[in-house]
């Protein structure tokens, strides 16, 4: 198997673009693509520094990684959600390549915050736990950003992860996450930090080849609470479909991105954003929801 650009031996086999590339030839690619995405979608420049959301595994790594070869300023956020060993590992991971590299790391610490970790909090509160996470990830992500200084914040969120959250969305037909589903969320007006998601053009087996061929280390498990999520069950009919015909998910998302505005009408004026009374964030009531999950789960713990 020969690199389509340069004939040397191929280290990848691409079948959703019917070709193969060399390590070389292939992370040029790849860097090609986040740059397309980047600006494309006017994420952001290099004229403003991107806060990237570090889990400690492959897809945020990755990114992080990208973004400081193309030139970007950077720093990481790593949030540590106290799940055991579980999260004391991930964090490891994160150190470990911001150490390496001199990257300026931020880390917040759930059981130093609440005394609790996701799942805890998630039980207090009667919430599902990766519902719960997901709260308690928006709210950080914007009010650090938002305290630091950074515009913009950055997810490791690729392909397969937005072709599935599309797919679940239709199978429900959710209309409301429809609309509102894309690889940049604005920061309407400075209330937030725009929230980017620069891999959704590669799929996680690409990131995947990425992180071997650049010996970026990672917490290959994946998290304890998404156990049974049914995420995995729409990732895993995806990839039959992408075998059966491959370059189906680019397809699927892209296309979806691309007829998005002509398919669906236009979404009424949402109600002005209020002030939470107790953080402090834009929400649409009093209190917004991470204020209600945390005074639920402290004050029944």
């Not at 806060?51 to 720093?75: C, P, Q």
């Not at 490891?92 to 150490?99: G, H, K, S, T, Y």
């Not at 156990?227 to 015909?245: D, H």
Request: aromatic share 8%.
């Amino acid at each position: 198997m020969k690199c389509r650009r340069c004939k040397t031996p191929a280290v990848i086999k691409m079948p959703r673009h019917n070709t193969a590339f060399c390590d070389p030839c292939f992370q040029e690619y790849l860097l090609k693509q986040v740059e397309r995405a980047i600006s494309s979608g006017k994420m952001f420049s290099k004229e403003a520094p991107v806060l990237v959301a570090v889990s400690g595994g492959k897809d945020s790594l990755a990114l992080w990684d990208i973004l400081i070869k193309l030139g970007y300023e950077t720093a990481g956020l790593h949030l540590n959600l106290g799940i055991g060993a579980y999260s004391k590992r991930s964090q490891q991971m994160v150190e470990q390549f911001a150490n390496a590299r001199g990257l300026a790391l931020i880390v917040e610490s759930y059981q130093k915050s609440y005394g609790l970790g996701v799942i805890e909090i998630a039980e207090e509160s009667a919430r599902p736990a990766c519902s719960a996470c997901g709260t308690m990830k928006r709210h950080h992500f914007n009010r650090i950003a938002m305290e630091k200084g950074f515009p913009v914040v950055a997810t490791g969120h690729n392909l397969d992860d937005e072709a599935a959250r599309l797919l679940g969305n239709l199978l429900k037909w959710q209309v409301s996450y429809l609309e509102k589903q894309s690889p940049v969320l604005s920061d309407d007006d400075g209330k937030w930090a725009k929230k980017v998601r620069p891999l959704y053009r590669l799929p996680e087996r690409e990131i995947a080849a990425y992180t071997i061929l650049n010996r970026i280390e990672y917490v290959v498990e994946e998290c304890p609470m998404s156990k049974g999520a049914k995420v995995f069950a729409y990732k895993e009919t995806l990839n039959q479909l992408e075998e059966a015909s491959p370059g189906a998910k680019h397809q699927f998302y892209l296309g979806f991105l691309k007829q998005k505005e002509a398919s669906f009408p236009t979404p009424p004026p949402a109600k002005q954003d209020e002030t939470c009374r107790t953080c402090g964030q834009p929400t649409q009531s009093e209190q917004c929801g991470y204020c209600r999950l945390i005074e639920r789960a402290t004050t029944v713990s």
